[in-house]
């Protein structure tokens, strides 16, 4: 499943320029029975597999030979939601052994001596851990310095600085009546970077609250919470010598 999603992209530019370098483990060759077995039913019963502690611990061995400083990490609904500081905490890790659990999970032994973080990709449940893994490689990949081309292009993105990305606009200036804002068209950068950094305020406040909370804001960003008040306070004032509650005035 791994190997096709390395070949495309960023993933693959990263890789064909080294930044990173790739490598799935298939842990059925390290099972020691004929049938190359790496579940097995669960003490207790119950219903599903388990994925059983030999094969498993003798890959993630063989791994931390070749790569002694890498940290294992486990995907699993158990473990700290991932998002883009755990992307950024990831990108300065030396190296990440992503381990996908199948059936019921993995025997506990394995999470005890073996895993140094487990890590989930959200409260719903996956067939494997491949897909998160993949999603964990890709979010991490786009932090390497270089992987997107300019050296602070990572940093412009959504959840930089913890709000989303202001608003984009392309060719053509109108589409179905809706038009472009006149100040990306102006060619004042100073106006554009401010209007940009407005966008990005006003998304982030009605789509993603949370992620303004306990955040250190932007002199740019307290300057313009402090006109939107401003603003506000007008618009109550206006309503109060109108007549509180009567729409018309009257």
Not at 64 to 80: E, K
Not at 96 to 114: F, H, K, M, S, T
Not at 137 to 165: H, Y
């Amino acid at each position: 499943m791994c190997r096709p999603f390395w070949t495309h992209g960023i993933v693959r530019r990263a890789i064909e320029s080294k930044l990173i370098t790739a490598e799935a483990v298939d842990i059925r060759a390290f099972a020691t029975d004929r049938h190359q077995s790496t579940d097995d039913r669960p003490f207790g019963g119950g219903s599903g597999m388990v994925m059983t502690p030999a094969p498993l611990v003798a890959a993630i061995r063989s791994v931390r030979r070749g790569h002694p400083g890498m940290r294992t990490v486990l995907l699993s609904p158990q473990g700290r939601v991932f998002d883009q500081d755990m992307a950024r905490e990831f990108a300065a890790q030396e190296g990440i052994a992503l381990i996908c659990g199948r059936y019921e999970g993995i025997d506990e032994r394995v999470c005890l001596n073996c895993v140094d973080d487990e890590v989930s990709l959200g409260d719903y449940v996956l067939t494997g851990g491949e897909l998160g893994a993949m999603i964990i490689m890709d979010a991490v990949t786009r932090l390497i310095p270089g992987a997107l081309g300019g050296e602070d292009a990572a940093d412009k993105e959504s959840f930089a600085g913890s709000r989303l990305e202001h608003a984009h606009y392309t060719r053509p200036r109108e589409f179905e009546g809706e038009g472009v804002p006149d100040v990306l068209l102006s060619g004042d950068h100073a106006a554009i970077a401010r209007w940009r950094a407005e966008s990005a305020l006003i998304r982030t406040f009605l789509k993603r609250r949370d992620l303004l909370g306990g955040r250190h804001l932007a002199q740019t960003e307290i300057e313009l919470l402090k006109q939107w008040r401003k603003e506000i306070d007008s618009i109550i004032k206006a309503q109060g010598l109108r007549g509180t509650g009567s729409p018309s005035g009257g």
